[in-house]
């Protein structure tokens, strides 16, 4: 079994929230993204080493937000993995509940640092901050939308083997988890050439992982 399985604490109760769809995220990122855009238009006095000073410590909080769901859907992809190959230990098969129920509460909005990420981080009011805002709206699509739905049909999956509704859903997420990181990614580009430089990479996972060459 892979050495991505961690001890965690106890999980808390499962919480849904309507905001689990993602029609209603999309549409709710939209809001947040035409919020920042307005604010992008606002005159700015920044210097340029302000700025990336600025949007690198933007990219810094939003790594450090979307750490633990990152870990999260790549633990679920790892034991769905494993699962498949049945090279889950006998000891590690008792924990997968626990683990995939921990996994899911990383990535929804009962998660402190999702909230974190999608509260607490300003944008800034300069050129760059525009991308910026919507690689942040790209992520938080990437977590609440694609990694939980993701997550939540390996739980199904787990538990009944034979789920092909749950098998339908978990590969239709696989291509949307690897086009919203591409597209967070773009956005992050388009925020560099602004800048003239190169602000620190988006940590997301590459899910599932790629076969081997």
């Known amino acids: 079994m892979s050495d991505t399985f961690s ?14 769809r993602r029609a209603v995220i999309v549409a709710a990122i939209v809001i947040v993204i035409v919020a920042v855009t307005v604010l992008t238009d606002l ?7 302000e700025q990336i000073s600025a949007d690198t410590a933007i990219m810094k909080q939003v790594n ?5 769901c990152a870990f999260a859907a790549n633990e679920s992809f790892t034991i769905w993995k494993d699962e498949q190959t049945h090279t889950l230990r006998p000891s590690d098969i008792s924990r997968v509940p626990g683990l995939l129920r921990d996994d899911q509460t ?31 709206g790209t992520v938080t699509l990437w977590a609440t939308s694609d990694a939980l739905s993701a997550i939540e ?13 749950a098998l339908r859903q978990l590969q239709k997420e696989e291509p949307l988890l690897a086009s919203d990181r591409g597209q ?22 590459v899910l599932p992982d790629p076969p081997p060459s």
């Open 7 to 20: 001890p965690k604490a106890t999980p808390a109760p499962e919480k849904r929230s309507i905001f689990k």
């Open 106 to 136: 990383a990535c929804s909005f009962t998660s402190q640092s999702i909230f974190d990420l999608t509260s607490n981080i300003d944008v800034p009011q300069a050129a760059a901050g525009k991308p910026l805002g919507e690689m942040l």
């Open 64 to 68: 450090a937000d979307i750490a633990s």
């Open 184 to 205: 967070a990614e773009a956005q992050l580009e388009a925020a560099d050439k602004i800048l003239a430089t190169k602000l620190p990479d988006l940590n997301l996972p």
């Open 43 to 49: 005159p700015q006095h920044q210097t340029r080493a």
């Open 153 to 165: 049909s390996i739980q199904t999956l787990t538990n009944d083997p034979g789920n092909s509704s």
